[in-house]
């Protein structure tokens, strides 16, 4: 059976939903029409894979929106001077985008099947390593401070043992969850501050292991 050509969708998804959305730079749309997204979900997803929703991808995790992550990559500025940490690699796809234009990649995933297809899948990346994790909360503090932060899905709360892997001056991109509202979140850290911004209201995953803490009440 021939391999089903993925390129017109990808044309597509880069001419209907990032630039049409404000994203575009130059350097953005080139990476997400190099970096083939069928190749990172299962393949009996591939035909949703370029739909403007989050895909399913197992172990209760996703591939987000094709704009999240467009969106995202804008406002991070990836540097060919990063250290970078990218929390949640899931299958892999945001972190074969960020390697070819950074110094380093420091990926975590917890561990289980994903974390080893997603290895598999980088493994030609010899700047790029993945980690797996018990907890996604719990960075990668061994290869810190990091000059990029990248947490691909929402979070609650940004837990101070992993801002405390940021170096002074580096930079944050995450989704932020409030209720069931997402957002897209920029912030620097300067000195023991950093503040994430929202800059965008766009789908995107949650990470369960960003939630607050339930508070008991009668």
Do not use: H
Request: include cysteine; charge should be neutral; charged fraction near 25%.
């Amino acid at each position: 059976m021939p391999k089903a050509d993925f390129q017109p969708a990808r044309q597509a998804m880069i001419d209907s939903q990032l630039r049409t959305s404000g994203v575009n730079e130059r350097w953005v749309l080139e990476a997400m029409d190099r970096v083939a997204r069928e190749e990172f979900v299962p393949k009996e997803r591939a035909g949703i894979c370029y739909m403007d929703r989050s895909v399913p991808v197992g172990e209760s995790r996703y591939l987000n929106p094709a704009l999240a992550t467009g969106m995202m990559m804008e406002a991070a500025k990836p540097l060919e001077s990063d250290n970078t940490l990218l929390v949640g690699a899931a299958t892999g796809y945001v972190a074969a985008l960020l390697a070819p234009m950074v110094d380093s990649v420091v990926a975590t995933e917890r561990k289980g099947r994903l974390a080893t297809a997603a290895r598999k899948r980088l493994a030609d990346f010899s700047n790029l390593k993945l980690q797996t994790v018990s907890n996604l909360s719990e960075g990668y503090a061994k290869n810190a401070p990091y000059s990029l932060l990248w947490i691909d899905g929402g979070i609650e709360q940004l837990p101070a043992s992993l801002k405390d892997q940021i170096a002074d001056g580096g930079r944050i991109v995450a989704g932020l969850k409030e209720g069931p509202v997402s957002r897209l979140a920029f912030g620097v850290k300067r000195g023991d501050e950093l503040a994430l911004r929202p800059f965008a209201d766009v789908e995107i995953a949650p990470l369960s292991d960003f939630e607050k803490t339930r508070e008991f009440a009668f």
